[in-house]
Antibody, heavy 117, light 109 residues
Framework: QVQLVQSGAEVKKPGASVKVSCKAS????????ISWVRQAPGQGLEWMGW????????NYVQKLQGRVTMTTDTSTSTAYMELRSLRSDDTAVYYC??????????WGRGTLVTVSS | EIVLTQSPGTLSLSPGERGTLSCRAS???????LAWYQQKPGQAPRLLIY???SRATGIPDRFSGSGSGTDFTLTISRLEPEDLAVYYC??????????FGQGTKVEIK
């Protein structure tokens, strides 16, 4: 079954880091890129960045540069998104999505990250 | 950076009615780079339309997309109760970046 399975919900304190995983199955992992998209409570979708599962090249949205790192582990077909120096406005559901052409055709179910003291 | 503005913010329709959702870009967008997503309550987004007018796999033919340049439209020809959702347009920009519109919520009367 073609799917992206994400790690479970996290609760973090301000200033901490979080690392969310996204395990792909049912397709050739290195043939596609992965993007990460987040959604704050009651808000719209915000694209965070992109990573090629083929060669590890990345591109991040400017506002998160320096705080976000996206990586992949091709041996386990897993993508990771690490966000550092967490703030309360980082509270959101974080989605991974497979890039197909210029679109996202397969999405994970999301990981809720709550930042609270 | 291209900004996508969706209207209306909320669309309230009765089952069987036709709904028209708009997505306007601040600069011209290639039709190839324009997509629509549906997000039902509590779920992840799902690809509906790509290339401005092509339906994704498994999408009912009551959903259609059109437009070019700066003006794009998603049409639901006959609303079904399960179409309750927020609909987002998205564009691929230069240098591996993507942006989303703010969304249109479709309510069932």
């Amino acid at each position: 079954q073609v799917q992206l399975v994400q790690s479970g919900a996290e609760v973090k304190k301000p200033g901490a880091s979080v690392k969310v995983s996204c395990k792909a199955s049912g397709y050739t992992f290195t043939s596609y890129a992965i993007s990460w998209v987040r959604q704050a409570p009651g808000q719209g979708l915000e694209w965070m960045g992109w990573i090629s599962a083929y060669n590890g090249n990345t591109n991040y949205v400017q506002k998160l540069q320096g705080r976000v790192t996206m990586t992949t582990d091709t041996s386990t077909s897993t993508a990771y998104m690490e966000l550092r120096s967490l703030r309360s406005d980082d509270t959101a559901v974080y989605y991974c999505a497979r890039e197909f052409g210029w679109y996202f055709d397969l999405w994970g179910r999301g990981t809720l990250v709550t930042v609270s003291s | 950076e291209i900004v996508l503005t969706q209207s209306p913010g909320t669309l309230s329709l009765s089952p069987g009615e036709r709904g028209t959702l708009s997505c306007r870009a601040s600069q011209s967008v290639s039709s190839s780079y324009l997509a629509w997503y549906q997000q039902k309550p509590g779920q992840a987004p799902r690809l509906l339309i790509y290339g401005a007018s092509s339906r994704a796999t498994g999408i009912p033919d009551r959903f259609s997309g059109s437009g070019s340049g700066t003006d794009f439209t998603l049409t639901i020809s006959r609303l079904e109760p399960e179409d309750l959702a927020v609909y987002y347009c998205q564009q691929y920009g230069s240098s591996l970046t993507w942006t989303f519109g703010q969304g249109t919520k479709v309510e069932i009367k």
